[in-house]
């Protein structure tokens, strides 16, 4: 960050910065460099932040948890800005839940089953935040977010609060309207669910976290599932197909548990994640046909 920018942002009231930010400690692989990072306090620091570093042409990047996201080694030429303490409110009103962008969607989930409203049990141990859950319309066991999502704020790229139901949001397969403009910024979510009754929810909750206990590799960083479901088949099982397996890079492997998923085993760089991915996709296009896409959001 330069000085300039470090001046205009320091006047803005509720915001802290790290200069030197590790990203390994904001990411799903816990690798990468380092970057500038931003801790708005505050829906309007955060405002303000984005809205500063906009005037000033600096290049930025919204974060919540940071679970479906890469950093690579060499770093972030520019300011990450978190959204986890600025954008952590939640409220139950009715059949329906508003969550900040910043909020775990776990908690989401827990909230709901307090209040017995059901219909958000398929997300409960997705590992993001509401943000980047809808950004990829996240999903999993036959559920996803464009199922009970009704409307979302964002500050749009002219600096406006903006609020837009989600029928307008070109919600499909791990695709929404925020990642063809990724000048928008997800501030809020709201959720409309259906009344339930909680001990019935909370036990679907928890057979759904031990299905990924069960099957997925939750003991080792990663991103969650490396590629999307390609039309026809699944990405797992072409890659199980492929003798993949177990296909190590580094410290970076496909995991034995799951084909789907790239993992770190322990000292793995960035470098070793892409060169692995890169096989990967070019082993199953050679022997399949099918072309991989990954699910995974690159900080570059």
Known sequence: ?????????????????????????????RTGGRAAVAVPQTKQALIETVRVL???????????????????DEGYPGVVIL???????????GTSIRAGAGVPLADVC????REGLTGLEFAYGIPGSVGGAVFMNAGAYGGEM?????????????GNVTVSAASDLDLSYRKSFFQDHRDMVILSAAFGLREGDSSVIYETMRETMNKRIEKQPLEYP??????????????????????LKGLTVGGAQVSEKHAGFVIN??????????????R?????????????????????
């Open 222 to 243: 990663s991103c969650g599932s490396t590629f999307k479901r390609p039309e026809g088949s699944y990405a797992s099982k072409l890659i199980d197909e492929c003798g």
């Open 54 to 72: 906009r005037e000033l042409g600096e290049k930025h990047f919204i974060l919540g948890r940071g679970s479906n996201v890469m950093a690579l």
């Open 146 to 158: 464009k199922d009970v999502l009704t409307e979302v704020e964002y500050l749009d790229s002219e």
């Open 83 to 93: 959204t986890r303490e600025a954008l952590s409110s939640i409220d139950a009103e």
């Open 280 to 300: 990967i996709r070019e082993t199953v296009r050679d022997m399949t046909g099918y072309e991989l896409e990954c699910e995974i959001e690159f900080l570059e």
């Open 1 to 29: 960050m330069d000085l300039k920018t470090a001046e205009a942002l320091s006047v803005i009231d509720g915001l802290r910065i790290d200069e030197d930010g590790d990203l390994s400690l904001l990411t799903g692989f």
């Open 110 to 113: 827990r909230t709901a089953c």
């Open 265 to 278: 085993r322990g000292g793995a760089t960035s470098s070793d994640i892409l060169e692995l991915i890169s």
